[in-house]
């Protein structure tokens, strides 16, 4: 290709790359991902297949294949350029997050690796750029791997991302042994055997992606019939290629993922092959229609690896799969409290009569006594059969609201408010979450507060995650209310400085079924239940209010307390 003309292609892909970045900063729409997925996967299509399979064996190339050809190395271009661009932003989004040392360590560490990838695209790059990017490229590789690794991270993804991880430092292996452990062995010995290892680690990658990369939970990801359907497709459609025009498939096969096929007879791992492409074929699918908007973030990860290939000859062959696990690599930590929040909210506890609900409340008010001195009960009833249970007192000066939601005789959710009725939509200052156990569901999210950080007690942050400032958490909390935090507290706790302190956890979602309420007692008719966590939980949040609300001035009359949220919000 002529250097004005390589020039000009160039300039080409850097003006489409800045308008796409601005895209990419879009919250909704044509992002520059999505243009990256296409153009890969045009080029695949185009560059790596129909240009040298449709080439003619002998004399000038038509017309047509001339166009497709620049086609093809237009996009070759536009590919490795863009992809490099987004490595570029999103390396430098992270070290400028301050996310921690092993977090710019990692970043600049696969920009640096990027730069190498990228520089054929612009420079004629002498040959011993080629060992330098192999080892940069393995470097970054189990960097991210490492980095992925976490008490707070998805179990799935963390142990599927050393399988991705496997077959791309195989090939890199290779290519360092090729130069310094067998250099006289090219063609035979350890470097053709690691090339078939690969292949086979390719396989199996593909083979575990439903389990580790898929939607959760599992059991609904697997019912949903779109992906089924794909899989069955993509399965039966490589069976009657191979049938039927097997040296086409072997050939195209190489050209674009690099993966050899033996070429005069059917490959003896051929049904390997495809139950792993239809497999892969079914977690995409999946991960493209998931309600979460990580796990599409994986899936269009685990998508760039793919089109990546495994035939490593050029820039993008390096910086596809590496954007790859960067994108899934970033998902590992907030996929899992996504698809736990993207999960409905319906009432799963029992409905209880009347009577035992009656019962139950007064004895909540009698144990409340001794902590609120006068205290006052009432229960409200609306539409749809949503009732609320009102209790409200004082505390050394502090304004206490406790409401219980009903529906239909089913407890939907506890909110205790202690100090000032606020306004919300203004961030907490300090936010404390419990973590529940995937099997729960989720609570539905407390106000916003940032940034999130560790209190140093790890019983506490293994039980929680807490977000805002460490100051007010340190004010509020000593060791003895962390240890009964962490034995009695569900759901959320949120402080505004000075003003307010609340409390709310849905019953059954995220949180067990009868703590602190004895749900399935009082179902049973039970009035006689216990209100002691109950009350046990309301003294501990007014000891936390004691240290950092201030108390409500004796000519200020306390705001009424905020109606019932409607049915359709909280089902």
Known sequence: ??????????????????????LSK??????????????????????????????????APPSWHTYLDYAGLFLFYFAGTLAAFLLAARCWQAIGARGGRRTSVVSALVAFTALLAAAPLVIDAPAELTLTLEVAFAASVIAIVIASLGKSGDVGIQVG????????????????GAKFVWPDNMFDGPGVALAHAGVIAVCLAALATPYCF???????????????????????????????????????????????????????????????????????????????????????????IVLGGYGFKW?????????????????????????????????????????????????????????????????????????????????????VRMRIERIEGSVLALDVVLGREIDEVRGATLAVWAIPPRALGANPPGPAAAPLFKTGDAPFDERFKTRGSALAFRRLFDEGLRARAVATIDGWIAYWEDERLRYRVFR?????????????????????????????????????????????????APAEPAEPAEPAELG
């Open 1 to 22: 290709m002529p250097s004005a003309q390589f020039f000009l292609s160039t300039l080409t892909q850097l003006l489409y790359t800045a308008t796409f970045f601005w």
């Open 508 to 556: 059954g979602r995220g949180a067990p079924l009868d703590h602190p309420m004895p749900l399935s007692d009082l179902a049973l008719g039970r009035a006689s239940a216990g209100a002691e966590r109950l009350v046990a939980v309301v003294e501990l949040l007014v000891e936390l209010a004691a240290r950092g609300v201030r108390t409500t001035p004796a000519d200020e």
């Open 315 to 399: 820039p993008h062959h390096y910086l596809l799969p590496l954007f790859g696990l960067v994108m899934i690599a970033d998902a590992v930590r907030s996929v899992r409290d996504e698809e736990l929040a993207a999960m409905p909210i319906v009432s799963e506890t029992p409905p209880i009569a009347d009577a035992a609900w009656s019962g139950y409340m007064t004895l909540v008010t009698q144990g409340l006594r001794r902590a609120l001195g006068e205290v006052h009960s009432l229960t409200t009833r609306g539409e749809a059969g949503l009732a609320s249970s009102m209790i409200v007192g004082e505390a050394s000066g502090i304004t």
């Open 161 to 176: 991302l050393p399988m991705l991880a496997i077959p791309l430092l195989l090939h890199s292996a290779g290519v360092i």
């Open 214 to 304: 898929s939607p959760r939970p599992f059991t609904r990801a697997v019912t949903r019939p779109g992906p089924v359907v794909i899989a069955m497709a993509v399965a039966g459609a490589g069976a009657l290629l191979a049938r039927s025009w097997y040296p086409a498939l072997a050939k195209a096969a190489r050209l674009a993922v690099g993966v050899e096929l033996t070429p005069g007879q059917p490959d003896p791992r051929l049904a390997m092959y495809l139950l792993a492409i239809s497999t892969l074929a079914w977690t995409l699918a999946s991960c493209v229609v998931a309600a979460a908007a990580p796990r599409r973030a994986v899936g269009a990860g685990l998508a760039l």
């Open 26 to 59: 879009r919250p909704a729409g044509l992002t520059a991902i999505h243009v990256l997925l296409l153009v890969a996967l045009l080029e695949v299509a185009i560059n790596r297949i129909a240009v040298p399979m449709l080439r003619p064996d002998g004399g």
